[in-house]
């Protein structure tokens, strides 16, 4: 009996024994465990923290480049409107000159056969004419040159030359007009293939080929736009497609090989028989628009040849300024005022 008693109070003790060893077991792995969930909460709470810190300098950066960009905004605004108060005001001087230019000539119209010595010295402003080269080939080139393919080096250096070339073109019509250029002289400098000729170094043929083509595109769009005002304001009988008709036309004949391309000068160089060929050349339009034309819109027709009667064009130009605005340069002087 002593015996079973000692067996059962061995096997308690071993089994107590076993599980004290089991708890103690478990209660070491429980605080690894512990230990290890207290060390990652411990990394999260420091990156967590690295995380504020970083967000908290990216805001203030950001805050900072905000704060940039709105001063640049500032700035370019300011710019924009110190180039628009300075293009306005170059824009105004040119046209007080220009204007100057023309009263000069309408003074000098009736006074005698051939302009005054002076009457045309606006054109021997460098700024002037400068800005009126520069202001037709950005306007009405700027398709041609993108369309050639070559490097943006030799773009330039045509596009240096064309303003040249019209810039001196410009300085050249007092002189023309003073009578101080040979036949010759005015051939060369305000003949059909003047500018391409003088970039003859510049361009191969097919490009030479190509800009006469195309300034004589430009030439025929520039007399539309001022024509048609012409020929607006001799009536409204010619409209819609008798319009249209008649514009194609009397461009067809300005320009033809008969008037020499509608140049300044005639062939010979002479600006009396380029305004003898300018009158036979409305005189084929109007031959040619007489059976399309009803008895109200050959009368309007007449009546704008008859405002031409008597003048000549010395500057014919219009251009689009990018803004949507239509540019017109056209002086006129008397038939009776030319040197040659």
Not at 117 to 136: C, H, I, L, Q, W
Not at 176 to 188: C, F, I, K, P, V
Not at 292 to 315: E, H, K, P, Y
């Amino acid at each position: 009996m002593k015996t079973a008693i000692i067996v059962t109070i061995s096997a308690i003790i071993g089994g107590l024994a076993y599980v004290a060893i089991a708890l103690q077991s478990a209660n070491s792995r429980l605080e690894e465990q512990l230990q290890t969930a207290m060390s990652y909460q411990q990394q999260l709470q420091e990156q967590t923290e690295l995380n504020t810190r970083q967000r908290l300098r990216f805001e203030e950066r950001l805050a900072e480049l905000e704060d940039n960009l709105l001063e640049t905004a500032s700035q370019v605004t300011s710019l924009e409107a110190e180039l628009t108060e300075a293009e306005q005001r170059a824009n105004a001087e040119y046209e007080a000159l220009l204007e100057q230019a023309r009263r000069e000539v309408a003074a000098a119209a009736g006074q005698q056969s051939r302009a005054p010595a002076g009457a045309f010295r606006v054109f021997s402003n460098p700024a002037t004419t400068r800005k009126m080269a520069e202001d037709r080939i950005v306007g009405q080139f700027v398709d041609y040159l993108g369309g050639l393919e070559i490097s943006s080096s030799e773009m330039e250096g045509i596009y240096a030359a064309m303003v040249d070339f019209d810039d001196e073109r410009y300085q050249m019509i007092g002189q023309l007009m003073e009578g101080n250029l040979t036949n010759d002289q005015a051939a060369a400098i305000f003949g059909p293939n003047a500018m391409v000729n003088s970039l003859s170094d510049l361009l191969t043929p097919e490009q030479a080929a190509e800009l006469g083509t195309y300034a004589l595109g430009v030439n025929k769009e520039a007399a539309r736009t001022i024509y048609s005002g012409m020929l607006e304001s001799s009536g409204n009988a010619i409209s819609g497609e008798s319009y249209e008709l008649v514009m194609d036309v009397l461009l067809d004949e300005i320009f033809s090989e008969q008037n020499n391309y509608g140049a300044l000068v005639a062939g010979d160089g002479s600006m009396t028989s380029a305004y003898e060929d300018k009158l036979d050349a409305f005189d084929r339009a109007r031959n040619r628009l007489e059976g399309d034309l009803n008895t109200n819109q050959i009368a309007q027709f007449d009546g704008f040849i008859q405002s031409q009667a008597g003048t000549v064009d010395l500057v014919m130009e219009a251009s689009d300024d990018g803004a949507g605005n239509m540019q017109v340069r056209n002086m006129k002087v008397s038939a009776e005022n030319l040197p040659n």
